[in-house]
Each structure stands twice: as structure tokens, then as C-alpha cells.
């Protein structure tokens, strides 16, 4: 039983437009979730985060909103570049000590 | 360089054949995990360890062990390998208080079982 969905398995936008990524989880209990990612051959990065007492936190051009009520996670990224082509991963986790990964989802932004 | 370095970062191997691979890191960090990575499925952990001497199982253990006896490495071992643990794995590490959260990741090691 996945406790963490990415639905969509890519994602393809056009450069300077808006890309959002989503992710819905079933556990109430999670109470940090986090965005990662990734390149081809690399490991894994850490994007963006938010604790369960938020509902939105910005970084640059990253801003990830969270829905409790609808145990739903979003990452917007304005405006999109073709280096943000990628696979992102969101990710939950209960008091620092496991995290939980989605499917991921692979962001192709076409210049 | 703050990084978390893996060993080896290819490997194939044969059915029942004992293998660890090295995880390093030198950022200080209590906290370490190993995670794999399948088609579909995502990043799953197999085990973290929130400081030396203390480690816990992750989603999924079997087939795995650990050992934390110094704070920067947290090797991985595969007493029998079987082809159900083909797949990518990464090494992590973060500070805590965050710990699993906002957590390093190193390069990754390919590892196939015939």
C-alpha cells in the first residue's frame, strides 16, 4: 500500500510557463514532507520542504503548497527552465526519522 | 566537498555471493539511510541509523544488514544475494534535528545479481 502517489509519471511543459507537480498521501501521521530532484546518473537532491503546520513555503522560483485536508502536496515551479528537466520526487516523513518516496515524476521542459 | 561517496558505484555479482558496499560520509551527520531504487516504485529504505550504534529497519529490510560503529559510515551487506535485489541504491545522510529530512544523497551504486 503506497502511503505516498505521484499519478502522473511525466510532465511536459513549455519553458517560462508554470509546471506543477502533484502528490497526495494517505498517512496522517506524516508531519514533514519534502521535494526531491533527480538527474540521470546522480543521487537524489533536496529541493524544498514544509512541516504540517504550513501551508505554503517559497523558495525562488519553487513554492510548495500543502493541503491537509486533502492530504495533497504540490510543487509549482515559475518560471520553468530547461534544467529543471528532471525527476522529482516528493517525499513525507514522521519526526525526522523516515521518509517515505513517492514514484516520482519526470519533468521535461521544452525549450 | 561536503559529499557521500559509495563503493563500488557498479557491480555485478552471482546468486548467494556476500557483497557490502561502503558508505562514507564527511559532513558529520548523525543521521544515515540506505535507500533502493526500482521501476515505479520509487525510493524505498532499507535501513536508517539515527546515530553510531543505533540502527532500525526501514520499509524493507529483509535480505539486508547494517552496522554503524563510527559516525561517518554505514556499509551495507548483502549476506545472500538474491536477483530480486537488483536495483539502484543510494546512501544518505542528513543533520539533525531534521535527520530524514533534508538528507544527502550519494551517486548511487548499480547492482546487478545473476
Known amino acids: 500500500d503506497q502511503q505516498v502517489k505521484q499519478n502522473s509519471p511525466s510532465l511536459s511543459v513549455q519553458e517560462g510557463r508554470i509546471s506543477i507537480l502533484n502528490c497526495d498521501y494517505t498517512?496522517?501521521?506524516?508531519?514533514?514532507f519534502l521535494w526531491y530532484k533527480k538527474y540521470p546518473a546522480e543521487g537524489p537532491t533536496f529541493l524544498i520542504s514544509i512541516s504540517s503546520i504550513k501551508d505554503k513555503n517559497e523558495d525562488g522560483r519553487f513554492t510548495v503548497f500543502l493541503n491537509k485536508s486533502a492530504k495533497h502536496l504540490s510543487l509549482h515551479i515559475v518560471p520553468s527552465q530547461p534544467g529543471d528537466s528532471a525527476v522529482y520526487f516528493c517525499a513525507a516523513g514522521v519526526h525526522a526519522r523516515q521518509l517515505t518516496f513517492g514514484s516520482g515524476t519526470q519533468l521535461t521542459v521544452l525549450p | 566537498e561536503a559529499q557521500v561517496t559509495q563503493n563500488p558505484r557498479y557491480l555485478i555479482t552471482v546468486t548467494g555471493k556476500k557483497l557490502t558496499v561502503t558508505c562514507s560520509q564527511n559532513m558529520n551527520h548523525e543521521y544515515m539511510s540506505w535507500y533502493r531504487q526500482d521501476p515505479g516504485l520509487g525510493l524505498r529504505q532499507i535501513y536508517y541509523?539515527?546515530?553510531?550504534?543505533?540502527?532500525d529497519k526501514g520499509d524493507v529490510p529483509e535480505g539486508y544488514k547494517v552496522s554503524r560503529k563510527e559516525k561517518r559510515n554505514f556499509p551495507l551487506i548483502l549476506e545472500s544475494p538474491s536477483p530480486n535485489q537488483t536495483s539502484l541504491y543510494f546512501c544518505a545522510s542528513g543533520h539533525r534535528p531534521r535527520g530524514a529530512g533534508e538528507q544527502f544523497f550519494g551517486p548511487g551504486t548499480r547492482l546487478t545479481v545473476l
Open positions: 541509523s539515527m546515530n553510531v550504534e543505533v540502527t
Open positions: 498517512n496522517s501521521m506524516f508531519d514533514y
